[in-house]
């Protein structure tokens, strides 16, 4: 079955410092990988996507994410946190055999510190 | 241009009443999806439209769950016989599925129900 999951409830760093979000999946096929944001009182936004070519994406904001097909991981980084990062991330996956749906994880809260 | 829009933006409802959620998507999206987004949870599938056709229904929580999309446009969720539990943040999102690799999806600003 098709899934997706984010380890962390929560990450905390300081600000400045360099950010990772966690985000691994489970799919029958190649996956097509999403990460999004969710600002405090707004709505989803999206912010990068791996689709195929290269295993490192650039998004909105400063934010990239690496595609690594032996561990199943699409993890978010930024190399160095602002406190307007702070927000809920959601990674998701669309399973390339199965139509289109896609699976949201259940979420991380970043919170970066002044 | 106009984003994906959802109406009511709250409703407030007495256990055992039926609503009715509508979601607008972006002009010329063939895909539209529901999520439900309880208050600190991540987001739950419940149903997603290629067209007017829903492939996949198995996200609906019970029978009392159901929607519809027509001319491939508007959808509305419709729950029965509302209970608490299915007070929530329900989001719609819409993606240009017809452009390949276009698959992000553009998210509404949901509709929140409480139900009493």
């Known amino acids: 079955a098709q899934s997706v999951a984010q380890p962390e409830d929560q990450v905390n760093v300081a600000e400045g410092n360099p950010l990772t979000v966690k985000c691994t999946y489970s799919?029958?096929?190649?996956?097509?990988l999403f990460w999004y944001v969710q600002y405090p009182n707004r709505g989803l936004q999206f912010l990068l996507k791996?689709?195929?070519?290269?295993?490192l994406v650039k998004g909105s904001y400063g934010f990239e994410a690496e595609f690594n097909k032996s561990q199943t991981s699409f993890h978010l980084k930024k190399p160095s946190a602002l406190v307007s990062d702070s927000a809920l991330y959601f990674c998701?996956?669309?399973?390339?055999?199965?139509?289109?749906?896609?699976?949201f994880g259940k979420g991380t809260r970043l919170h970066i510190l002044p | 241009g106009a984003g994906v829009s959802q109406s009511p933006s709250n409703k407030v409802t007495e256990k055992g009443k039926d609503v009715e959620l509508r979601c607008d998507p972006i002009?010329?999206?063939?895909?539209l999806y529901w999520y439900r987004q309880s208050l600190g949870q991540g987001l739950e599938f419940l149903i997603y439209?290629?067209?007017?056709?829903?492939?996949?229904k198995s996200g609906l929580p019970s029978d009392r769950f159901s929607a519809e999309r027509t001319g491939g446009s508007v959808s509305t969720l419709t729950i029965q016989r509302t209970q608490q539990e299915d007070s929530a943040v329900y989001l719609c999102?819409?993606?240009?599925?017809?452009?390949?690799?276009?698959?992000?999806?553009?998210f509404g600003p949901g509709t929140r129900l409480t139900v009493t």
């Open positions: 998701a996956v669309r399973d390339r055999n199965r139509d289109d749906k896609i699976i």
């Open positions: 791996y689709i195929t070519g290269d295993n």
């Open positions: 002009s010329g999206h063939t895909a």
């Open positions: 799919v029958s096929g190649n996956p097509y």
């Open positions: 439209f290629q067209g007017n056709s829903a492939p996949d």
């Open positions: 999102a819409s993606s240009p599925r017809a452009v390949w690799g276009r698959w992000e999806q553009y």
